[in-house]
T-cell receptor, first 112, second 113 residues
Framework: NAGVTQTPKFQVLKTGQSMTLQCAQD?????MYWYRQDPGMGLRLIYY???????DKGEVPNGYNVSRLNKREFSLRLESAAPSQTSVYFC???????????FGQGTRLTVV | QQQVKQSPQSLIVQKGGISIINCAYE??????FPWYQQFPGKGPALLIA?????SEKKEGRFTISFNKSAKQFSLHIMDSQPGDSATYFC????????????FGQGTELSVKP
């Protein structure tokens, strides 16, 4: 039982490059989330998805897009990476909007 | 603008002491208030949670106190241990926004032996 799996674990991008962060959960959860973690800023919600086929903006959605491909997978795309997007990104899932979120191990992204 | 404000940013406590972390919120639509614990290199994990119709919840050495009128809640760690050294996040959830889960800024706790 893997829980929430994120790929890749580390990534270095050049400014302007694009990439997709992948996230998959095997707990049959309905809700999925993408957060970024920066020192002193805590965890900030980028996008979330309450169910397959729905996505909503969080606190800091600019510069990102998401896709809820199916119930298991929720990807985060950076179309044109900027140094301000250097961060640790976490994917999470929860059963049914109950606040019990399970997190992946994170993706450390550096944009140079 | 942070919807959930957490303090202090860092905290040093002696072994056996009480660690206290505070959070405040403005949005009265929040329905659920969990706390998460994060160790270095790991994702956060749920520690304890409370609903706004309850004033206190205790699980082992961890207690949440909730003051609905003041829109504040706090985490108390009794008999703090070096193994409790971690970053703690308060959070707030809105059910009618599809389970939108918002976090505070985090508190880095260090428990000295």
């Amino acid at each position: 039982n893997a829980g929430v799996t994120q790929t890749p674990k580390f990534q270095v991008l050049k400014t302007g490059q694009s990439m997709t962060l992948q996230c998959a959960q095997d707990m049959n959860h309905n809700s999925m989330y993408w957060y970024r973690q920066d020192p002193g800023m805590g965890l900030r919600l980028i996008y979330y998805s309450a169910s397959e086929g729905t996505t909503d903006k969080g606190e800091v959605p600019n510069g990102y897009n998401v896709s809820r491909l199916n119930k298991r997978e929720f990807s985060l795309r950076l179309e044109s990476a900027a140094p301000s997007q250097t961060s640790v990104y976490f994917c999470a899932s929860s059963r049914d909007r109950d606040g019990t979120a399970f997190f992946g191990q994170g993706t450390r992204l550096t944009v140079v | 603008q942070q919807q959930v404000k957490q303090s202090p940013q860092s905290l040093i406590v002696q072994k056996g002491g009480i660690s206290i972390i505070n959070c405040a919120y403005e949005n009265t639509a929040f329905d659920y208030f969990p706390w998460y614990q994060q160790f270095p290199g790991k994702g956060p994990a749920l520690l304890i949670a409370i609903r706004p119709d309850v004033s206190e919840k205790k699980e082992g050495r961890f207690t949440i106190s909730f003051n609905k009128s003041a829109k504040q809640f706090s985490l108390h760690i009794m008999d703090s241990q070096p193994g409790d050294s971690a970053t703690y996040f308060c959070a707030a959830l809105t059910y009618n926004q599809g389970g939108k889960l918002i976090f505070g800024q985090g508190t880095e706790l260090s428990v000295k032996p």
